[in-house]
């Protein structure tokens, strides 16, 4: 994995969430948008020490959608972000910030 920072502004227009810039200046794709989600929430999740199973049972949501969401296989709707992001501790705004991703190290 790269290990330069990207840069994002992240907002919400009418729901959904846009990412402005990346790592060249240029607008960050929609399906990065849910990698990058993916990801954050993979390091969140593993940095707090909870299994997939316990964010399941302390959020609600079944296993089998974090697994997709954090494998960047799933559209995760804004509600389901913030209850995920509530049980891993970490602001739904770090969630979606593509320069908090896991560096190589």
């Not at 399941?56 to 960047?72: F, N, T, V, Y």
């Amino acid at each position: 994995m790269d290990s330069s920072p990207l840069h994002a502004a992240i907002s919400c227009q009418d729901g959904v969430v846009v990412a402005r810039k990346s790592k060249a200046g240029k607008p960050v794709p929609n399906g990065d948008m849910q990698r990058v989600f993916g990801e954050n929430l993979k390091v969140a999740r593993t940095a707090a020490d909870l299994t997939q199973a316990q964010v399941a049972e302390l959020s609600g949501i079944r296993q089998q959608h974090i697994s997709r969401a954090e494998s960047g296989r799933l559209n995760v709707t804004i509600n389901t972000m913030s209850a995920l992001a509530k049980v891993v501790g970490r602001p739904l705004s770090a969630l979606l910030t593509p320069s908090l991703r896991r560096r190589k190290k």
